[in-house]
């Protein structure tokens, strides 16, 4: 009989590895984007979202 042995050190680390580095690339990404947002259209697209979930905002 023969047994095959996989070492999986690897895989583990990478499957920890790339969410981290897409949550810091997405998280990057919403900066840069409001960062070069007019302050009035994030304001209103923020009070529209709070008003569609049902959270009071005034």
């Known amino acids: ?3 095959l042995t996989q070492n999986h050190a690897q895989t583990r680390g990478t499957a ?8 810091v690339i ?5 900066i840069a984007l409001t960062g070069h947002v007019q302050a009035a259209a994030l304001h209103d697209a923020a009070h529209d979202v ?4 049902g959270f009071p905002c005034h």
């Open 1 to 3: 009989m023969t047994t």
């Open 16 to 23: 920890r590895f790339l969410p981290a580095l897409f949550a």
């Open 26 to 30: 997405l998280g990057l990404g919403v």
């Open 50 to 53: 709070r008003h569609a979930t």
